[in-house]
Every structure is written in C-alpha cells, then in structure tokens.
Antibody, heavy 121, light 111 residues
Framework: QITLKESGPTLVKPTQTLTLTCTFS??????????VGWIRQPPGKALEWLAL???????RYSPSLKSRLTITKDTSKNQVVLTMTNMDPVDTATYYC?????????????WGQGTLVTVSS | DIVMTQTPLSLSVTPGQPASISCKSS???????????LYWYLQKPGQSPQLLIY???SRFSGVPDRFSGSGSGTDFTLKISRVEAEDVGVYYC????????FGQGTKLEIK
C-alpha cells in the first residue's frame, strides 16, 4: 500500500525559503522506474506541476520555477525534499507530493493529503 | 509548454444521466514509444486528486467502469455513463510530457 505525506511550515514570510518534506511508504525510490513529484494548487485554482525526481536521481523542474526549486531524495529515510526560494504571496497554495509509476504509464497515481502553505508577512 | 484546454469548465448533471468532458492539447501527446501520455484525475471536495484514467483509456485500480476515456493525438474525452452523487468534484486532464501540465479543471455538480 503506497502512502505519501507532506510536512513543513504552514506559514512563511515573503523572501523566505520554503522547505517541504514528503515521507512515503509502500515503495522504494531506489527501485527502477519510480519517481516522486511535487504539484501545487493555489486556493480555488488549478493544479500546477513543480518538480520530479527519479530513482536514478534524474531531476525535472517546471521551467517557469526552475531557478527557485531544488528537489532531493533520501532513499534511506524514504523522503523527498523540495525547497523553493524567495517565496511570494502568490506562492500560497496546497502543496502535494505524488508517486509516479511506470505501471500506470508514468502517471501520478498516488498522492499525499497535501499541505497548505501561506505566504504572508 | 503543452497547453491543455478543457471544456466545459462546469456542468450540472442529473443522477443517472451521462456526462462528457473534452480535453485538447496544443500538440500531439503520442510519443515515439507508441504511448499517449494523457491522464484524467478527479478531485473530490476537500480531497487530493485521484487518478481515474491513464494512457487515454486505462482505468486505474478501483475506478468504476462507468468512467471511460477515449481520444488520440490532441483530442481526448472523459465520459461518465451514469453520473452518481459521489462523482461530484473537479476533473482535470494532465499530459505526461515534460514539462507536465494540467487542464483548467471541469467542475461537476449534481442537479
């Protein structure tokens, strides 16, 4: 059974750096074909993909946010960490992490519950 | 980036009646491996998105067979044969070619 859970601050100030952790179970990020991604959703708006890391440490970023994002993994802890620098109020959103699997044609097939991050002074 | 355009943005359906959502991509989602990386998600109120359909028409584990996907290239459709109350929420299409993008969402309500 695959589960994921996001954790991190609920409130950050403008210009600060956000660090979010995705802790997962039911799979290993050292297994070929596995990835973990981050997706966000501003209140009342659509989903936006942010970043993705694969079992082989290949990393992909949204071009519009690439300069601000870093994604890393700790296979031994079953965690993926996303950092986003220079936070702005427009970055207020629910942030989700999700499992990306080859068995479902590389879809994001399992999602965490999400964590709401508010950017405000 | 590939732009995903959904229509309609909202629909209200009587229980037991069918519903259909269209998703068009700005470029073909067919890749050289012969696969088309088009997915459908449902986000129920207050919940995380859940995968319904992958690779145009394959239902994810546990998804009722009243949900079906079709299409090719740039034009795709999600159909619900008989809408039930539990189907309310926002439906998103997503394309799986980097950088990955979602449609704007279609809100389904029950009449």
């Amino acid at each position: 059974q695959i589960t994921l859970k996001e954790s991190g601050p609920t409130l950050v100030k403008p210009t600060q750096t956000l660090t979010l952790t995705c802790t997962f179970s039911g799979f290993s990020l050292s297994t070929s074909g596995v990835g973990v991604g981050w997706i966000r959703q501003p209140p009342g708006k659509a989903l936006e993909w942010l970043a993705l890391i694969y079992w082989d440490d290949d990393k992909r970023y949204s071009p519009s946010l690439k300069s601000r994002l870093t994604i890393t993994k700790d296979t031994s802890k079953n965690q993926v960490v996303l950092t986003m620098t220079n936070m702005d109020p427009v970055d207020t959103a629910t942030y989700y992490c999700a499992h990306r699997g080859y068995t479902t044609s590389w879809s994001f097939d399992y999602w965490g519950q999400g964590t709401l991050v508010t950017v405000s002074s | 980036d590939i732009v995903m355009t959904q229509t309609p943005l909202s629909l209200s359906v009587t229980p037991g009646q069918p519903a259909s959502i269209s998703c068009k991509s700005s470029q073909s989602l067919l890749r050289s491996d012969g696969k088309t990386y088009l997915y459908w998600y449902l986000q129920k109120p207050g919940q995380s998105p859940q995968l319904l359909i992958y690779e145009i028409s394959s239902r994810f584990s546990g998804v009722p067979d009243r949900f079906s996907g079709s299409g090719s290239g740039t034009d795709f459709t999600l159909k619900i044969s008989r809408v039930e109350a539990e189907d309310v929420g926002v439906y998103y299409c997503m394309q799986g070619i980097h950088p990955y993008t979602f449609g704007q969402g279609t809100k389904l309500e029950i009449k």
